[in-house]
């Protein structure tokens, strides 16, 4: 599978953004899926992420009750909506996708996208 990340951008501590990543192939369905971000200087670090059938779904304690994670499988496309930016947000965003394992385990996400930057000003 092929991951294409887009909207992010520039915004202000508070405000929001819609991330979106549009996957190719007949498969999508079938992954599990999630946002990882790096922040300039640091480690990856696990967002959010939702199985194949939308029934597990599970955040990092940093964006809990900030940040939503959708699938559309009719789509091929997974949404990130972020609310409530702080600066620390600030990062390269990378959607994965993954067919086993844990879903808030990095190491079991096979395939990535090119990443998407976001940019929160204080």
């Known amino acids: 599978v092929q991951l294409q990340a887009s909207g992010g951008g520039l915004v202000q501590a508070g405000g929001s953004l819609r991330l979106s990543c549009a996957a190719s192939g007949r498969t999508f369905s079938s992954y599990n899926m999630a946002w990882i971000r790096q922040a300039p200087g640091k480690e990856r670090e696990f967002v959010a992420a939702i199985s194949w059938s939308s029934s597990r779904i599970k955040f990092a304690d940093s964006v809990k009750g900030r940040f939503t994670i959708s699938r559309d499988n009719a789509k091929a496309t997974v949404y990130l909506q972020m609310n409530s930016l702080n600066t620390e947000d600030t990062a390269v965003y990378y959607c994965?996708?993954?067919?086993?394992?844990?879903?808030?385990?990095?190491?079991?996400?096979?395939?990535w996208g090119q990443g998407t930057l976001v940019t929160v000003s204080s």
């Open positions: 994965a996708a993954s067919r086993y394992g844990d879903i808030a385990t990095i190491r079991y996400y096979d395939y």
